[in-house]
Nanobody, 122 residues
Framework: QVQLVESGGGLVQAGGSLRLSCAAS????????MGWFRQAPGKERECVATIGRSGSNTYYADSVKGRFTISRDNAKNTVFLQMDSLKPEETAVYYCAASRDWGIKPFDYNYWGQGTQVTVSS
């Protein structure tokens, strides 16, 4: 009954911002590493950012460093992804995922949300 539900996706112009949220239920949220992944049409799923159990440790893909910020609120069982200065090539379905251990590959993650579409227009 683990459920991860993403929200906040939509259409935004290049250079704009979006804030994604992922609400988790059915798991002890605070013991899971959380990650955001994205998959563009015709491309493999890639890790965008991850955050450790307490929120102290984070990882960002080189392509998003300085523009994206991952955070979590363990009291609300929610992880966020603030995306600034968005680029058209970042159009993709964005997925929230949970892992029992640290990892940046899709196969490291145990649970997945259904994804939310982010479209960045030029």
């Amino acid at each position: 009954q683990v459920q991860l539900v993403e929200s906040g996706g939509g259409l935004v112009q290049a250079g704009g911002s979006l804030r994604l949220s992922c609400a988790a239920s059915g798991l002890t949220f605070s013991i899971y590493v959380m990650g955001w992944f994205r998959q563009a049409p015709g491309k493999e799923r890639e890790c965008v950012a991850t955050i450790g159990r307490s929120g102290s440790n984070t990882y960002y893909a080189d392509s998003v460093k300085g523009r994206f910020t991952i955070s979590r609120d363990n009291a609300k069982n929610t992880v966020f992804l603030q995306m600034d200065s968005l680029k058209p090539e970042e159009t993709a379905v964005y997925y929230c995922a949970a892992s029992r251990d640290w990892g940046i590959k899709p196969f490291d993650y145990n649970y997945w949300g259904q994804g939310t579409q982010v479209t960045v227009s030029s």
